[in-house]
């Protein structure tokens, strides 16, 4: 690094900030890709299962065939991992916002996040595990 | 977050930043929920009985609200991206942001209109 450069920069905090920065940069990029995929992902869902059907006739057979089609859980695993990350990336800029102390804030993210990672594992356990001819 | 997370909030107005938030973290809360019920799958009798009060009108209600605020997030994030990845793109951003908005309620109402009809004509409780 420079002299000049290491002039500007605020003492003791060189490699974190960069690589916090780094990390803000990506995050922002991936809200805005996936936000364009989940326009498509999760207007198309909520159309299927609220408009062109009706909420009553989503039973279990009618996800049992819709999942008998691979093409389907990889559309709804996908809506599912990008809508968990997007939101939670989102709650996390939110908490940034509003939770300022700084020891509540990390009690706050911690807890979103092994919320996100636990109902992540059991929708994923959900759509590979289902066995729709049980029900009929 | 700092203001680098919500550059856009000054330049379109207070009002589309708020209503962002507020439908983004609504739409969060549904989804875990969601996550949760769908979950009953592997029992059954169970998924079909709680996906049952989904027809009832007060869950009606509240589709119609998920459809609102899931409409105005997608649209007005799509604005947002415009605007961050286009600069210029958009030349009048008050005119975008009510456009928006309308196309927001036009959509709920149609689409109100088809979740809530089976209530209308009797067809559940
Ligand atoms: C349907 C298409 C969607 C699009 C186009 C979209 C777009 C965006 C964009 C561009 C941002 C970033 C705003 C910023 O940087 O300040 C954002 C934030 C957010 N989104 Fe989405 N999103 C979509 C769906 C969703 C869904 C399904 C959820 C919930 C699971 C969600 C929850 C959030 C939350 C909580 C935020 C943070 C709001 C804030 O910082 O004020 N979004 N969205």
């Known amino acids: ?136 | 977050m700092s203001p680098e997370s919500t550059l856009y909030k000054g330049k379109t107005g207070q009002w589309a930043f708020v209503l962002h938030r507020v439908t983004g973290f609504l739409v969060l809360m549904f989804l875990l929920l969601h996550i949760v019920d769908v979950s009953m799958l592997s029992f059954p009798r169970i998924y079909n009985e709680i996906h049952a009060l989904y027809g009832n009108v007060l869950m009606r209600l509240f589709e119609v609200g998920l459809l609102f605020g899931l409409v105005y997030h997608a649209l007005n994030g799509l604005r947002v991206i415009m605007i961050d990845f286009f600069p210029g793109s958009i030349k009048n951003e008050k005119s975008v942001f009510y456009s928006i908005f309308s196309l927001t309620i036009l959509l709920t109402i149609i689409g109100g209109f088809i979740i809530l009809r089976p209530f209308f004509t009797g067809s559940v409780h």
Do not use: C
């Open chain 1, 1 to 136: 690094m420079s002299t000049a450069e290491r002039s500007t920069t605020r003492p003791g905090s060189t490699p974190n900030r960069r690589s916090r920065q780094n990390f803000e940069t990506w995050s922002w990029f991936f809200m805005r890709i996936s936000g364009l995929i989940l326009f498509f992902l999760a207007l198309i869902h909520f159309s299927l299962t609220h408009i062109f059907h009706d909420v009553t006739t989503t039973t279990v057979s009618f996800v049992a065939k819709r999942w008998a089609n691979p093409f389907w859980r990889v559309f709804d695993w996908l809506l599912l991992a990008l809508g968990l990350l997007h939101g939670t990336n989102g709650l996390r800029f939110i908490m940034d916002d509003y939770v300022r102390n700084p020891r509540k804030r990390a009690a706050v993210k911690a807890f979103m996040y092994v919320l996100a990672v636990a109902l992540f594992v059991l929708g994923t356990i959900t759509i590979v595990t289902f066995k729709g001819n049980l029900a009929g």
